[in-house]
Nanobody
Framework: QVQLVESGGGLVQPGGSLRLSCAAS????????MSWYRQAPGKERELVAS????????NYTDSVRGRFTISRDNAKNTVYLQMNSLKPEDTAVYYC????????????WGKGTLVTVSS
């Protein structure tokens, strides 16, 4: 049974930090590129950060570059998103996504974790 379970969301003040985790099971994580997406209220889901299967390359959307860091531990089947200097506009539900490196259309999604940045 394939599962992606996000955790680590919550309420944080502007300027604060959170670390999100995405625990994967039921598939070989090292064969998948992993990404974090987010969806704010009333907005479309957007790609935040991605990392290649072995963690050799990362990409970030402009609004989070320099503040967020994506990483992975394939031995633990877990992907992380370290979020620093959080802003109110980072408030969203954050989703983890896995994409097969062999079959581009094969993707798995988690159910999301809510991050709220507010004073």
């Amino acid at each position: 049974q394939v599962q992606l379970v996000e955790s680590g969301g919550g309420l944080v003040q502007p300027g604060g930090s959170l670390r999100l985790s995405c625990a994967a099971s039921g598939f070989t994580v090292s064969s998948y590129a992993m990404s974090w997406y987010r969806q704010a209220p009333g907005k479309e889901r957007e790609l935040v950060a991605s990392i290649t299967p072995l963690g050799t390359r990362t990409n970030y959307t402009d609004s989070v570059r320099g503040r967020f860091t994506i990483s992975r531990d394939n031995a633990k089947n877990t992907v992380y998103l370290q979020m620093n200097s959080l802003k109110p506009e980072d408030t969203a539900v954050y989703y983890c996504m896995a994409r097969s490196k062999y079959v581009y259309t094969l993707t798995y999604w988690g159910k999301g974790t809510l991050v709220t940045v507010s004073s």
